[in-house]
């Protein structure tokens, strides 16, 4: 073990929610040991303000609730407490052992191992609730850079696996052996690329070999639980990076195959199409706007859908909006199996790409239904983005929808009543021709 002082100016409780703190003081005052641990403390030590307050503590999570009324206890696989502040929640786990049903816990309570562990024959962990101590704990954690614990009334930061000295030199390393560790839990390998992308730091060669190798074991992981590290890559700021890492480290076929199957054949447009959505992210995220995570994966499975629509209709000559519709339903149906969207994200989708014929088309009767739908202003953006990929022919179009939104009610009125009453291609384009 290696103690650090925590001299070190990064490391301020003024820059700790007062919330994490009060939680770890309850915990001491309660006769048990608690540590801000994880991303907290790596970030104070990169200088960046920590957003997330994970504490680690020898109380089991039956104790901790005990302590707290505002508890839940959440997770089967890990067992954890949640401690909710209002729309903040401090996250507190029990330190945890290796899993051998033999081995011996310095926690204070006895545990019934066979009920608390587990990993299946190829070695992946499908419990993790035997507790230990927190040199056990420290053993098993992801990566030596979130297996810092830092004690903030004592000033004291314990380091058992020179995640201090990584953070230095810039460098992400498994904790243990990595084709275990990752075998153990192949979401580790999309975390790796996630923090080597934000942090712009760089994962040890042989870990990266694995990553770059080992990609079949997310086939073992729930879509429900990739979908969710899919929008922790594309949504948390550095969506462009991470894009580009998981094409380096060749995860990114295994979150989305039919996208990549066009990237690998060399589609002109999807690449540009998908990294300026991420960019557009990127931005709105850095100065602190909300993003829809329907939009990105509208943008992910556009070509994809429009691949499978061109085929539909080559195939049955079918009307072309419920040919849409169709290929609408069939790529998110096809996704599912990989990257499972929440069905109220796959109608936003949906209704994303289903109105942009409307976009395109607008009449007396559909605008003023298109203006007012709660999907509008996606919609909308979802066409700037096309037009931004060489989509010209709808720049005039745009150009309208972009002015009935600055202008009061009353004109709005007249620009729809110079709207053709159908949606007729050749009077649509009269129309706007003039215009």
Known sequence: MTQISSSNPLLTIDKISKQALTVISTLHQSGFSA???????????????????????????????????NCRLIGRRFRLAHILFGREIIEVATFRANHEEDSHSSHHK????RQHSGHTKDGMIVRDNVYGDIEEDAQRRDFSINGLYFEPYSHTLIDYANGHSDIENKTIRV????????????????????????????????????????????????????????????????????????????????????????????????????????KNTDQRIGIGKTVNPAFIVSVLLWYPMLKLKSKLLADNQENEFQTLLLASQEVLKQQQSYTAIPKRLGFMIKDIWLMQSRLEKPTKKNAPVVLAHKRFRATYDFLELRIKMGETQHQNIFNWWTEIQEVDEGEQQQMMQKLPSNSSKNKRKKRFIKK
């Open 35 to 69: 540590y801000l641990v994880g991303g907290g403390v790596r970030d104070m030590l990169l200088g960046l303000l920590p957003k997330d307050f994970d504490i680690a503590t020898d109380a089991t999570p039956d104790e901790v609730k005990s302590l707290f009324r």
């Open 175 to 278: 904790i243990g052996d990595p084709l275990q560790r990752f075998q153990e839990d192949p979401v580790r390998m999309l975390r790796a690329v996630r923090f080597s992308a934000k942090l712009d730091f760089n994962i040890e060669s042989q870990a990266k070999k694995l990553v770059q190798s080992q990609g079949h074991l997310l086939h073992k992981i729930s879509p429900a639980r990739l979908f969710d590290e899919s929008l922790k890559l594309l949504q948390g700021g550095y969506g462009v990076k991470c894009f580009h890492a998981l094409q380096e480290n060749h995860l990114f076929s295994y979150l989305f195959p039919s996208v990549q199957k066009l990237i690998e054949q060399k589609h002109e447009t999807i690449s540009p199409f998908i990294l300026q959505a991420l």
């Open 110 to 113: 006895p545990i019934d191992y």
